[in-house]
């Protein structure tokens, strides 16, 4: 974890879009090769597409706007075109629900760009596999650099915490962790600083 890093390789990863846990292989993998050009075509980006784990017929879609923001009325936008695909295309046989969300304040990352996006942030990271007997990792995002997830956590054997580089094609789950910093800036971040400022816990001070 963590050796042989390569600063100078950032722009080339995040120009990469790995897509194994926006959507993984199946129906969601099928579903977003679908329905990826339409969405980009009015402005949205796919941020994570499920399907059947609620109730066994639910699609669930996961998409922002290129700066992050996703109102109600870009769900409903969204939601439309995206139906009338599937109702062409009809990629998934039988009945289902499809539903249309932002990805929320304790977000999934799922793409390079979301692990730069949000450093400074708390993670939670879980691997598909696990490295040195270790599969869950909590700590401060650091970015990416080298094909890496870095994130600066405790380390039994330190007495100070370590930044580890994690493999980002061995991530199978990342989600930021509800904080006051997080919900502060996730406001600041769509344009309502006074509704961070008036609406956020108080830091008590």
Not at 33 to 58: K, M, N
Not at 102 to 131: N, Q, Y
Not at 178 to 193: H, N, P, V, Y
Request: hydrophobic content about 35%; overall charge negative.
């Amino acid at each position: 974890m963590g050796a042989g890093r390569k600063p100078d390789d950032d722009d080339e990863d995040l120009a990469i879009l790995d897509t194994h846990l926006v959507a993984p292989h199946g129906v969601p993998r099928k579903v977003f090769e679908l329905l990826r050009p339409s969405a980009e075509g009015i402005g949205f980006e796919i941020v994570r597409i499920r399907f059947g784990l609620q109730d066994g017929h639910t699609l669930q879609i996961m998409a922002e706007r290129a700066d992050g923001s996703m109102s109600v009325e870009d769900c409903e936008e969204l939601s439309r075109t995206l139906s009338a695909v599937l109702d062409v295309e009809d990629p998934i046989p039988g009945e289902y629900n499809l539903e249309i969300s932002s990805p929320g304040i304790d977000r999934p990352l799922t793409r390079p760009k979301d692990f730069e996006r949000w450093k400074g942030f708390d993670v939670k990271i879980e691997l598909a596999e696990p490295i040195e007997g270790r599969k869950r990792f909590r700590g401060t995002l650091q970015g990416v650099e080298g094909g890496e997830v870095l994130v600066e956590c405790d380390i039994e054997g330190y007495s100070e915490p370590q930044v580890l580089g994690l493999p980002f094609e061995k991530l199978s789950e990342a989600k930021l962790v509800m904080s006051d910093d997080l919900i502060r800036e996730s406001l600041k971040r769509q344009g309502r600083a006074e509704d961070a400022s008036e609406d956020a816990p108080s830091d008590g001070e």
